[in-house]
């Protein structure tokens, strides 16, 4: 299968989850993106972000042959351990931000948007609020990582002043790290 069959068929695999999963949330995605606020996730939201994070991932899993790290991650422990926040829309989790920080640097681990509600302003939202938070504890630069097929993110990141550091293989998987100043 040609690299176009392949986004197509991921396109309409994802057409066909939309429907599926929550079809109210893409009405309201367009009129709340503005309003709705990012909370600081608790442990009882661990198995929501889950789900929103599979919603958010599942195309790739075909253009990777494999399911990408953050649905495979463990919600509890980031929200235990890390900097975990979400969005809600209609009651539902439909974004998760993770931050994990150390002495070293902030990095932006995972920014998920629910397949309906993506291209709403959500994912934009939660990486200016990852920039915001990591600005506010000092950090000079925050960092991210993304899969080396996920081609659309990396223009993504690229426009939003993210540049590319180094490419890794890393617990199975390409990775493309980048970075922003946080002036």
């Not at 809600?88 to 150390?102: N, S």
Request: with cysteine; charged share 30%; hydrophobic share 35%.
């Amino acid at each position: 299968m040609t690299r176009p069959d392949r986004d197509r068929a991921d396109a309409d695999e994802n057409e066909r989850f939309t429907a599926y999963f929550h079809p109210r949330l893409s009405a309201l995605a367009r009129s709340m993106s503005e309003t709705c606020p990012i909370t600081r996730a608790v442990s009882q939201d661990a198995c929501a972000m889950r789900e929103c994070v599979r919603a958010a991932y599942r195309h790739y899993v075909r253009r990777m042959g494999k399911e990408p790290g953050p649905m495979l991650d463990d919600y509890a422990g980031r929200v235990e351990k890390d900097e975990a926040y979400v969005i809600r829309l209609a009651g539902k989790i439909v974004g998760v931000l993770v931050l994990i920080m150390d002495d070293q640097r902030c990095l932006l681990d995972n920014v998920a948007v629910c397949s309906e509600c993506q291209g709403r302003g959500l994912g934009r939202k939660l990486i200016d609020f990852a920039e915001q938070r990591a600005k506010q504890l000092g950090y000079k630069q925050i960092e991210l990582y993304t899969h080396e097929v996920m081609t659309e993110n990396i223009e993504i990141y690229k426009r939003l002043g993210y540049g590319i550091t180094r490419r890794v293989s890393e617990k199975g998987y390409e990775r493309i790290y980048m970075q922003k100043p946080l002036w």
